[in-house]
């Protein structure tokens, strides 16, 4: 059999998007991250129409390049709050501004078995938009994402993805140099919001896009 680790996670994706749907999620199946940017274009944007985009912090979506495209396409109006140009009190004020677009774009942290998104955020800009604002969410999910439960879900997120986003970001906090949650009290501690996405409400308002490959952390 050519690529059997693929065709294991293709069987596993599959179950996966049968949970998800159950819970009310619109799911698209993808086997790369080019071909999720394929998918957005062609498929999901045409169909929703959206008029104004954003986006919150996500590895696995920059890797889609659809950040670049978007933002320059000129076919929506879009709020850039990844926009480096900008001062913090302007993306502060962006983040908020994104929670009333049409089509918010992002990644989740994890997601169980079960079909349940697991996030814990800084702001709380990207788990807000994921729960309730935007009319549409777009989630671009990688197979190692996937966990088996909820704990297990919690402790990847404070022991692996917490940490290399705070060296990522350079942020100043003990797990940068430790490399692994030390419960900080620093300013810049991005580990502040928790969410559990258990069902799309309303049913199909958030699309996840699962991608057959690797990606983001």
């Known amino acids: 059999m050519d690529k059997p680790i693929d065709n294991f996670w293709s069987l596993n994706l599959q179950q996966l998007?049968?949970?998800?749907?159950?819970?009310?999620?619109?799911?698209?199946?993808?086997?790369?991250?080019?071909?999720?940017?394929?998918?957005?274009?062609?498929?999901?944007?045409?169909?929703?129409?959206?008029?104004?985009?954003?986006?919150?912090?996500?590895?696995?979506?920059?890797?889609?390049?659809?950040?670049?495209?978007?933002?320059?396409?000129?076919?929506?109006?879009?709020?850039?709050?990844?926009?480096?140009?900008?001062?913090?009190?302007?993306?502060?004020?962006?983040?908020?501004?994104?929670?009333?677009?049409?089509?918010?774009?992002?990644?989740?942290?994890?997601?169980?078995?079960?079909?349940?998104?697991?996030n814990l955020d800084m702001f709380g800009n990207r788990t807000g938009a994921i729960t309730f604002g935007p009319k549409n969410v777009i989630i671009y999910l990688t197979r190692n994402k996937l966990v088996p439960d909820l704990n297990r879900a919690m402790e990847r997120i404070k022991e692996y993805v917490a940490p290399v986003n705070t060296m990522r970001l350079d942020m100043k906090t003990p797990c940068v140099k430790t490399g692994y949650c030390m419960d900080c009290d620093s300013p810049q501690r991005i580990c502040?919001?928790?969410?559990?996405?258990?069902?799309?409400?309303?049913?199909?308002?958030?699309?996840?896009?699962?991608?057959?490959?690797?990606?983001?952390?």
């Open 192 to 217: 502040n919001v928790w969410t559990v996405t258990e069902k799309s409400f309303p049913k199909g308002r958030i699309k996840i896009v699962l991608i057959n490959e690797d990606g983001g952390f």
């Open 17 to 118: 998007k049968e949970r998800l749907v159950k819970n009310g999620f619109d799911v698209h199946m993808a086997d790369s991250s080019e071909h999720a940017k394929e998918i957005t274009l062609n498929e999901i944007l045409p169909e929703m129409q959206p008029k104004s985009l954003s986006w919150g912090g996500s590895v696995t979506l920059a890797d889609t390049g659809l950040y670049h495209h978007l933002r320059d396409c000129g076919e929506y109006e879009v709020i850039d709050t990844w926009d480096k140009s900008k001062t913090n009190e302007e993306k502060y004020e962006m983040r908020r501004q994104a929670l009333l677009v049409d089509c918010f774009l992002t990644g989740t942290n994890a997601v169980t078995e079960e079909g349940h998104l697991v």
